[in-house]
């Protein structure tokens, strides 16, 4: 397994769907996954700290977890198959461990709300993850800033149908 951080969420200029980018911490990969708006939204609210007076549904999903005792101990995307992402949420019940089927943006969302660790096995990872180029890596730092990395993603080919998130 290789753990990641939400680096960022683009928007696609093709559809209506949103990127996220998740960056592995050990090296310089990343892995782009197609997901829903409503869910970018949702990853989105938690992660720019925004208070809404009433718990969205991945807030609902952790309460839930909270009340029954369950602990959330990580997210694990596990499998691509025909263009498609699978996750995992990791919980652990006290005499138990369990694994509960995810779509990626909704395992994403419930992690980003219990803070814990991002997956992904290294099949996935080799078959999906991209690795931007020295240069654009260099120019990037001397920067200081995403425009380069930006650049990098609208580089992209990805059709809407690959690597979605359904």
């Not at 499998?79 to 369990?98: K, R, W």
């Not at 990626?104 to 419930?110: E, L, N, Q, T, W």
């Amino acid at each position: 397994m290789i753990e990641v951080e939400l680096e960022t969420i683009q928007m696609s200029l093709v559809s209506p769907h949103r990127i996220v980018v998740l960056k592995a911490l050990d090296a310089e990969r990343y892995l782009p996954i197609w997901i829903g708006p409503c869910e970018a939204e949702a990853i989105s609210v938690r992660l720019n700290g925004v208070d809404l007076p009433r718990p969205l549904t991945h807030d609902l999903t952790v309460n839930i977890l909270d009340t029954l005792g369950a602990e959330l101990q990580y997210i694990y995307v596990n499998a691509l198959i025909e263009n498609t992402f699978y996750a995992q949420l990791i919980l652990d019940l006290g005499d138990e461990v369990i694994e509960v089927d995810s779509r990626p943006s909704d395992a994403m969302a419930i992690a980003v709300r219990a803070g814990v660790p991002i997956y992904v096995s290294e099949q996935v990872m080799d078959e999906a993850s991209v690795v931007p180029e020295p240069d654009i890596m260099e120019e990037a730092s001397r920067e200081e800033d995403l425009s380069v990395f930006r650049e990098f993603l609208d580089t992209l080919n990805y059709d809407a149908s690959e690597g979605r998130d359904n």
